[in-house]
């Protein structure tokens, strides 16, 4: 082929992996922190309704130090919400993700929901092993994979890491580990207007931009079906940060103790009802009433997705 | 003219009120707030070194409600950075700004700083004042205006002003209101990553893309000469928010207690040592230490500009 036509080919379709042809696999609902849990719970009751009839639901409390708090807290929202079957699956070593208890509780689960806490946490503990197998054979048969604040961040492929110094805009401060993977192509951040993480995560993109940004602000979700097309639900924004057409970053040029410079960057914020194409990198506008409609035909299971 | 011809026009050169010709005006100097004034002191020392030999700084503490702490503070720092002259000027009420005390207090001053506080009492107060006529006639007259947090919102033409609800990206808590317009067709905000700032200035120049979207860093600063070209200063970034490319915002159509959508927005994040040029919307590349040249230079009175 033409080294010519190989490049405009390349720039028709970018080689990102959910260009891939037949939908496949389950759905990602990454939800920003501090969702609603007592009053009309619209995000997990999201979650909820995408469990199927007689549905089984494990909330996974891995990532938290405060375990038995959290999971009254999410066993008592969802239970509210008629999820017919809620487990607990409390991870706190490695043994314990590949010990024949973790498969009895996730056996029939139809959805798994990640709590807050420290996302090293979830993948350490439970990456490569039995419990990481069965939680993907339950994505891939369909499934729902959810979380909220670090379990949001390890639905990427790689993530970022959380930094306690005051300075974490800086080139060095930016630490990224290896997420679960659930959203390809994907770099997800969350607290994301909250706590001003736009810098951070422009750092994270520009480091290589075959992975898009996206930031989520807490009490919303992203909720992505078949690895394809993101929709918006919540009461914030969902920022989307594409470095693809960036003209130039100093990130292999400064020091590492300084923020980093990058400029073209192409943004969207997106609210409620938004969605985005993840292949053409595309957002649609769509009105906020439109998900409630969306998310009460996803109830009657008549999305026909 | 024909239509076409008019449209290309228009996009060559977009009517920006810096595209005018001959240089003019002095130098805008905003920082987003909480600058070393102990320290190194860059900051403060770039304010000190453009106000020429023996200049004379005058501190207006019309925004806080500590005038006296940060006067002293002010004060102690660019007595320590050599300014041969430095005066306070306090202003309770609008006769104050229209008094005889306050046009002997900046008599001869060749820069005004003004301190952070409330953006709304530094504008309510001196605008349409003496003290404002005479502020703008230092500004014209080659002078250097200052400004940090509150003080470097006021240097925008439209400002934004602070609005103390948590739900501060929400359309309806996007209140915005005259600023003393020094820095022409450009809207600032500060404390920018620190206090997460990005959709509330996506929203503030979704609703006229005219002006450009400027957020600034703490301990951070751009100095604006001639009203045509910025240079970024400091420790942490600058963020140009330009929305000329938008392709859609829902500003007209959602409820104003939701956040807005806006897809297409060009971001470029700028550290010390870049540049911007207004009239083009263009970033450059330059790197810390040429910054640092530069700054040498102009305290020796050789930039040549």
């Avoid at 924004?237 to 300084?258: M, P, Q, Y």
Wanted: with cysteine.
């Amino acid at each position: 082929m033409a080294a010519r036509r190989r490049i405009e080919l390349s720039r028709e379709r970018p080689l990102r992996r959910s260009r891939a042809g037949a939908p496949h696999g389950g759905t990602v609902v990454a939800i920003g922190g501090h969702e609603d849990r007592v009053g009309d719970k619209h995000i997990l009751r999201a979650v909820a309704d995408r469990l199927g009839h007689g549905g089984k639901l494990v909330v996974c409390t891995v990532a938290t130090e405060e375990p038995h708090e959290l999971w009254e807290e999410y066993e008592s929202a969802f239970r509210s919400l008629d999820v017919p079957h809620v487990y607990r699956l409390d991870i706190e070593s490695r043994e314990d993700a590949s010990s024949e208890r973790a498969m009895r509780v996730l056996e029939g689960a139809t959805g798994v929901f990640f709590t807050g806490g420290d996302q090293l946490k979830i993948t350490s503990q439970i990456g490569d092993t039995p419990t990481y197998a069965r939680i993907r054979e339950i994505f891939e048969q369909g499934g729902v994979v959810a979380g909220t604040s670090a379990g949001a961040s390890v639905m990427s492929e790689t993530m970022l890491v959380t930094n306690n110094s005051e300075a974490s805009d800086r080139i060095s401060a930016l630490l990224m580990a290896p997420g679960l993977g659930f959203a390809s192509d994907m770099l997800i951040d969350q607290h994301f207007s909250e706590r001003g993480r736009m810098a951070r995560l422009i750092g994270a993109i520009s480091q290589n931009p075959r992975v898009l940004g996206v930031g989520i602000d807490e009490d919303t979700a992203l909720i992505l079906e078949h690895e394809r097309c993101f929709r918006v639900l919540g009461a914030g924004g969902v920022f989307v940060v594409d470095a693809s057409k960036t003209t130039r970053t100093s990130i292999c040029e400064e020091k590492a103790e300084r923020m980093l410079s990058t400029f073209g960057i192409a943004v969207h914020m997106l609210t409620q009802g938004d969605r985005f194409d993840l292949p053409s990198r595309t957002p649609s506008s769509h009105s906020s009433e439109s998900m409630e409609r969306y998310e009460t035909a996803v109830k009657r299971g008549a999305t026909g997705d």
